[in-house]
Structure formats: structure tokens, C-alpha cells
């Protein structure tokens, strides 16, 4: 029984149950709108969007032609990309437009820049004069600058104001944003100068001049700044608002915490997909996109293993003067590669993060190449006694323990220098580094392990 009620609590922390799911396909499939707003107006947009996610695309659209007046911008902004522009293409320009009417600058843009012209527009013209701006202003920006991705609303103040100048204005008529964590500091020119946080603003007397509460983790970014140096910045230095700055270091807007962290949340979601050899997929792409994405890593595995066969070929006659070796092959093959990725997998992780640097690479080299060396060792002892006991041939052992060791030292070596060749020549590491270590460490344990063979047992 408790392990019932765990699982129902797991269930309701968060996100959307199995129930409220069969509810949902039940009031579609009756066509109940009443009963599907009364399932759907009290969920969070996020909640939406992942019920949005379930369901397939023939239920998705029969649900929106019941629901589509509640659909507002929150949720669009909370769906998947793909997923996002199927039912943006279900609305109406009218409908986008009241949808996206009440967002944050930031996400406007988010939302804008995959739509076509004529729904472009249609959004474009529905905001305030002053927030088309704004908009228009961040997609003349770099897709994936700081520019882009910032907020435009924030709450600014001469840096010479006290605190009780600044809880007077905030208690004024003025219009703020929905959210927001700092104030920010300007001088005459609109030069960003610091920032207080709320908290101090409100923990200090009237008379407190803003100035002498500014924290020190205070630092601007230009505006064509890349958006991930900037929200890894933000991880860094744990901050909360991250200033952005013109040219002129005047401020123009913010990017804060909570899309900092969805930003670097999406990257690392997007490099381990790379590493997979499956792009940036999901799971609500149709068929034929999800095989467009995946055929050509698996064309280019192809041509790995072809590489690695012409290695066999060399040895054929080896391998049919002795049988076991075809039997023995794949282990080699197989540990080298489990090996390369581990340390593939840390590489361009570290690299992305920044951990992995100029000043440290030939450490972490050394570092896995003695990782390598230590575990083949280990199992070439293994594997040695396997070889021996299984076939009788004290030498096979010899041969496949001393090929295990080289093949697991260039898997530690390929695996760290390889990605970090790549991020030197402006490739990313984690889309092109998998096939590359793939075919040293097939290409390497084939050769090691056959020429060896060739040498001493043949």
C-alpha cells in the first residue's frame, strides 16, 4: 500500500497523470468542450504543453478545435520547437496575436522568428508600438546572441537615488514587469552602474543610498555576446540578472536566472542527442523527419565500419589460420569504443562548460591516457587467462591482453584530443566526434589485435 501512495505522490509533484490524460482523450473523442476547458483551464501552461506533447497529432488537433480560445502564449512558449510550429499553423493570425499579446519581450522573440510572414506580422502588429520595437529591435540581433535572448522589461534608477526614492517610484503608477530581482543602477548617459536586489531594498532605511547596497556579482554583456557564454556566466557567478549592454554601454535589457538555466539546460540536452548521432529531434517529430535527422550519422557509421573491415581484410588469412581470433575480435573492438565515449562524453561536456581549457588539456590528456593504460591492464589479464583457458593458447592471451592495453590507451587519447581538435578548428566536438573516435578505436584494436596475432602466433 505504501508503495501505491509513493508512486500516486511521484505522480502529482509535478506534470500531468495517466487520469487526467484518459479524461482529456475521452471529452475530446466525445467532442466536449465544456469538459475539456473545465480538465484544461486549471493546469499550468507547462502542464499543458506536456499533455499537448502526449497526445498524437490527429487528438492534438481535435482537441484545439475545442479549445483553441484558451490557448495563450504561455503554453506556446512552453512547447517543444516542432511541436510549437504544427500548432502555431493551426491558429489563426488573430488567435497567434491574442496568444502572444501578454508575453515578455523574450519570449515574443522566441516565438516570432519561426513564424512565416504573414503570422509575423499579424503578432508584430497586435503589440504596443513601443513592445514592436523592442521586438523588432532583438531579431535584428545574431540568432544566438545576448541581444536575442534578452528581456527588455526591467526597472532602472539614477544611480544617485535612496532607498526610499526607489520604494516611492516602485509604489507609483509606473508600469513594471511581471517579475524582476534587481534594480538596476544607471548613470546621466544610461550607462549601467550596478544593480540592488530587492531584498536589500527593502532589509535598509529610507535614507540608504542605493549605491552603497550594490552587489559584487554585478557585470554587463554586450549585446552581441554569445547567449551560452552568457548564461554559463550567470551559473558561474550565481546571478540572478545578467545586464545587457549597446555599444555605448547603455543598458537595453536583462537576461535572468530562470532563462539562463533553460538555455543551458537545452544545450546540454542538445549535445548528448549530438553524441548519440540523432540530432536535435524529439519525440513529437513525424517519421520521415526523425529518418532525415538520423540517416546521415548512420550513412557516416557506415562508412566506419567499412574502414574497419578493409582493416580485417588485410588479415584474412590470419584470421583463417586461426579461427579464435574471429571470435576474440569484437571484445577488442568493442571495449576500445565503451572506452573512447566515457571519455568522449566528458570531453565535450567539459568543453562546453568551459572546464576544459587551454590551460589544463594536456593534464586531462595525460589523465585519460593513464585511465586507458590502468583498465587495459586489468582487463588484459582478463582477458589473457580468458584466451588461455577458452583456447588453450597461451599466446592467444598474450596477444589479445597486450592489443586490449594499446586499444584502451588511444581510446583514452582519442576520446579527450579529438573534441578538442574539433572546438579548435570551430567544429562542434559533440556533432562530428563520435564517428571519429568510432573508427580509431575499430581501426586501431582491429590492427593491434590481428597484426599482433600475425607476428607471434602465425
Not at 512565416?116 to 513601443?130: I, P
Not at 573508427?439 to 590492427?447: A, S
Amino acid at each position: 500500500m505504501a508503495d501505491t501512495d509513493d508512486t500516486n505522490i511521484e505522480e502529482e509533484a509535478f506534470g500531468i497523470t495517466d487520469r487526467l490524460l484518459s479524461d482529456v482523450r475521452a471529452a475530446v473523442d466525445a467532442d466536449e468542450a465544456e469538459v475539456v476547458a473545465g480538465l484544461l483551464d486549471p493546469l499550468h501552461p507547462a502542464d499543458i504543453a506536456h499533455l499537448l506533447e502526449q497526445i498524437e497529432t490527429k487528438e492534438r488537433r481535435a482537441l484545439l478545435s475545442l479549445w483553441t480560445a484558451k490557448l495563450d502564449g504561455e503554453v506556446l512558449s512552453e512547447l517543444d520547437e516542432s511541436l510549437r510550429e504544427e500548432i502555431i499553423d493551426l491558429l489563426g493570425p488573430a488567435e497567434l496575436a491574442d496568444a502572444v499579446r501578454s508575453l515578455e519581450s523574450d519570449d515574443v522573440v522566441d516565438l516570432v522568428e519561426y513564424l512565416d510572414e504573414d503570422q509575423q506580422e499579424a503578432v508584430l502588429k497586435s503589440l504596443h508600438a513601443g513592445d514592436r520595437v523592442l521586438v523588432e529591435q532583438a531579431l535584428s540581433y545574431p540568432e544566438e546572441s545576448a541581444g536575442r535572448h534578452m528581456q527588455s522589461e526591467l526597472v532602472r534608477a539614477p544611480e544617485h537615488w535612496t532607498v526610499g526614492e526607489m520604494i516611492d517610484y516602485l509604489r507609483s503608477d509606473v508600469l513594471l514587469p511581471e517579475q524582476f530581482y534587481h534594480i538596476i543602477l544607471v548613470d546621466p548617459r544610461l550607462k549601467a552602474t550596478g544593480y540592488v536586489g530587492l531584498g536589500r531594498i527593502l532589509s535598509h532605511p529610507r535614507y540608504m543610498p542605493l549605491k552603497n547596497l550594490t552587489e559584487s556579482s554585478f557585470r554587463t554583456f554586450h549585446v552581441e555576446q554569445d547567449v551560452e557564454e552568457v548564461a554559463q556566466a550567470i551559473n558561474h557567478y550565481h546571478m540572478i540578472t545578467a545586464p545587457v549592454v549597446d555599444d555605448d554601454d547603455r543598458i537595453v535589457g536583462v537576461i535572468t536566472i530562470d532563462d539562463a538555466m533553460a538555455f543551458l539546460e537545452e544545450e546540454a540536452e542538445e549535445d548528448l542527442l549530438r553524441l548519440a548521432g540523432v540530432g536535435e529531434g524529439s519525440l513529437s517529430d513525424r517519421v520521415i523527419l526523425t529518418t532525415k535527422q538520423r540517416f546521415p550519422w548512420l550513412a557516416v557509421n557506415l562508412v566506419t565500419a567499412i574502414l574497419a573491415s578493409m582493416v580485417i581484410s588485410l588479415f584474412d588469412e590470419t584470421i583463417a589460420g586461426f579461427v579464435a581470433l574471429a571470435v576474440l575480435m569484437p571484445i577488442v573492438a568493442s571495449m576500445g569504443g565503451n572506452a573512447g565515449t566515457q571519455s568522449l562524453t566528458v570531453a565535450v561536456r567539459a568543453i562546453a562548460t568551459r572546464d576544459l581549457t587551454g590551460a589544463n588539456v594536456w593534464r586531462v590528456i595525460r589523465r585519460e591516457a593513464a585511465v586507458g593504460l590502468i583498465n587495459g591492464a586489468i582487463f588484459a589479464v582478463v582477458m589473457g587467462i580468458v584466451g588461455v583457458v577458452w583456447f588453450g593458447a597461451p599466446m592467444l592471451g598474450v596477444v589479445i591482453a597486450v592489443a586490449m592495453v594499446i586499444n584502451l590507451v588511444v581510446a583514452g587519447l582519442a576520446g579527450t584530443v579529438i573534441p578538442v581538435v574539433l572546438e579548435r578548428m570551430g567544429v562542434d566536438p559533440a556533432l562530428a566526434s563520435g564517428a571519429f573516435v568510432t573508427t580509431v578505436t575499430d581501426v586501431v584494436g582491429f590492427f593491434a589485435f590481428l597484426g599482433l596475432a600475425a607476428a607471434w602466433l602465425i
